[in-house]
């Protein structure tokens, strides 16, 4: 009788095990490289602060990257791998093209300063580097500061194909939105607080010229977006605009990280769909609204939904290593 017990018990724990979603992840820890690299995060604040004076660019394309990442197998820098004649990967996938160049040149800096200690010398994760990293540039912007989880290790592989249905469209409105953020472990109120990432970086024309355009054939422009911004993108976008173009998501303060995104929503100047339904629809409404009035509360959940994120998918023991070179397999 006790075997069969033992039995059944056993076979609940690997039907549990099964059962685990993929944004279950193992556990991360604040302090994790404090016996091993114990200067880390002053080390990748200090390349990523040395990158910010170059380009203001640094602080949207790596936060940006930091969310492809995790959103696409997990943060396990999967996103930053070149793609090889065999292989073709995430960064390229064409949901990823856009992602500026100067997030790929943070971590890489970030991980030449750590390797540059001899302590240290692969022993930190690219993941982790960049989960620091995305850390550093919203403090840079403006934005809260917050003790970064770390112990991810960097994934073993990344294909193009595992982007697609992966990350947010400009097109999406709540439920799609809701649902993929589910589908990772956040909550809806995890993605308005993740979404306020749109107060900083750019577009090109075409992720939204539907909307200033061709919405529908009672109404070229979308309703739901402010009039006289839609005047303002169709002067900065006009149909035959060249495809390099792009313009600021938050039109008012897009060089700082802060509650601004909401009130735009409030007055119609959200740039995507994605964005503006947000405010459309009553369900949200009270979060954007709420986080509009109060810095403090939308700093409070950001980076709730930001530590969230960097657990989604974490690669630990044979399921992970440490990379040398962040761009490349070992």
């Known amino acids: 009788m006790a075997h ?18 993929r944004f279950a992840t193992a556990q991360l820890r604040q302090n994790y490289y404090a016996n091993i690299c114990p200067d880390v995060e002053s080390i990748v604040r200090d390349a990523v602060t040395a990158k910010f004076r170059q380009t203001f660019v640094t602080v949207p394309a790596t936060l940006r990257l930091f969310f492809h990442d995790c959103f696409v197998e997990g943060c396990d820098a999967s996103v930053i791998v070149a793609s090889t004649g065999n292989n073709t990967a995430e960064k390229d996938h064409p949901d990823n093209i856009s992602l500026a160049g100067d997030g790929f040149d943070t971590v890489i800096k970030a991980k030449a300063a750590i390797d540059a200690v001899a302590q240290c010398r692969n022993k930190v994760s690219c993941a982790d580097i960049l989960a620091i990293a995305a850390r550093d540039v919203i403090a840079l912007a403006g934005g809260p500061s917050y003790a970064v989880e770390l112990g991810r290790m960097d994934g073993l592989r990344s294909t193009a194909a595992s982007v697609t249905g992966n990350l947010p469209q400009p097109g999406f409105n709540l439920d799609q939105l809701t649902s993929l953020f589910a589908a ?23 992720r939204f010229a539907s909307r200033i355009y061709d919405f529908s054939s009672q109404n070229p422009v ?51 769909t994605s964005d503006q339904v947000l405010f459309a629809d009553a369900r949200s409404r009270p979060v954007v609204d709420s986080w509009a009035q109060s810095v403090a509360a939308f700093d409070r959940a950001f980076v709730a939904a930001i530590t969230k994120l960097g657990r989604v998918g974490v690669k630990t023991g044979a399921n992970g290593n440490i990379r040398r070179d962040c761009a490349l397999f070992n």
């Open 4 to 21: 069969a017990k033992l039995v059944l018990i056993a076979a609940a724990a690997v039907l549990i095990l099964c059962q685990i979603p």
């Open 184 to 206: 990772n472990g956040l909550s809806q109120s995890d993605m308005i607080a993740l979404s306020a990432a749109h107060t900083l970086g750019f577009s090109h024309c075409s």
């Open 222 to 272: 979308d309703p739901s977006m402010n009039r006289a911004y839609a005047a303002q993108l169709q002067v900065m976008c006009p149909r035959d605009v060249d495809p390099q173009v792009a313009v600021n998501m938050d039109p008012v303060t897009p060089r700082a990280f802060d509650n601004q995104y909401y009130k735009n929503l409030q007055q119609g100047m959200g740039l995507f």
